[in-house]
């Protein structure tokens, strides 16, 4: 079954909440010739990213394909977003069509803002865990990659994308096709000063 996969960017998106997942997909992608991955903008100019990569998306809201999965990321962008009423509600009617709204980092901060994720269990950076426990729309979720609630998906911070992306990738297809693809990208954490030598 063919899959449609639409990463949503904006200025101020964090670079590897995109890339990470980015490069997850499309590894999959590689493997299976059933899964399109696209990155979609709220309008086709060049988008600035928060530390300085510029990307050209490859749809507007207006053109998107129909959408299997949306990846929403976070960044200090999403602290304008949450404001953007028309960026909200592409998200709140595409993800109504979506088998899995998922986000990075902040993103789910506007996947609360837009809907799908309102009064669901939801995470972040650990940074913005109590400001959005303030915000009282949902129940976060700290100390945790990833999160679960029905058909969306959160994680936290940056790196954390990457893990929810191949989770999601075994929930798809199998998850032995996730560890193939995981395989692929020698993904294997083993960050350095985790202990003092």
């Known amino acids: 079954?063919?899959?449609?996969?639409?990463?949503?960017?904006?200025?101020?998106?964090?670079?590897?909440?995109?890339?990470?997942?980015?490069?997850?997909f499309t590894m999959a992608a590689q493997m299976r010739d059933d899964i399109k991955v696209v990155?979609?903008?709220?309008?086709?100019?060049?988008?600035?990213?928060?530390?300085?990569?510029?990307?050209?998306?490859?749809?507007?809201?207006?053109?998107?394909?129909?959408?299997?999965?949306l990846l929403v990321p976070g960044g200090r962008g999403t602290?304008?977003?949450?404001?953007?009423?028309?960026?909200?509600?592409w998200i709140a009617t595409v993800s109504a069509g979506c088998e899995w709204t998922t986000s990075v980092c902040t993103g789910s901060l506007l996947l609360v803002a837009a809907g799908p994720a309102k009064g669901k269990?939801?995470?972040?950076?650990?940074?913005?865990?109590d400001a959005m426990k303030k915000r009282g729309d949902s129940?976060?979720?700290?100390?945790?990659?990833?999160?679960?609630?029905?058909?969306v998906v959160t994680s936290a911070g940056v790196s954390a994308g990457i893990d929810m992306a191949l989770w999601l990738t075994g929930q798809m297809y199998e998850p032995a096709?996730?560890?193939q693809v995981?395989?692929?990208?020698?993904?294997?954490?083993?960050?350095p000063y985790t202990a003092e030598v």
């Open 139 to 151: 129940e976060v979720l700290e100390a945790v990659r990833y999160v679960r609630d029905g058909n």
């Open 1 to 24: 079954m063919s899959k449609t996969i639409g990463i949503l960017i904006f200025d101020g998106a964090e670079e590897l909440d995109f890339v990470g997942p980015w490069e997850v």
């Open 177 to 179: 096709f996730a560890r």
């Open 39 to 69: 990155i979609i903008a709220e309008t086709k100019d060049p988008v600035n990213a928060a530390k300085g990569m510029r990307i050209l998306p490859d749809h507007d809201i207006t053109d998107a394909p129909k959408l299997d999965v």
């Open 182 to 191: 995981q395989r692929y990208m020698e993904y294997d954490p083993a960050p």
């Open 79 to 89: 602290r304008t977003e949450v404001d953007n009423q028309r960026l909200l509600d």
């Open 121 to 129: 269990r939801v995470t972040s950076h650990w940074s913005f865990i």
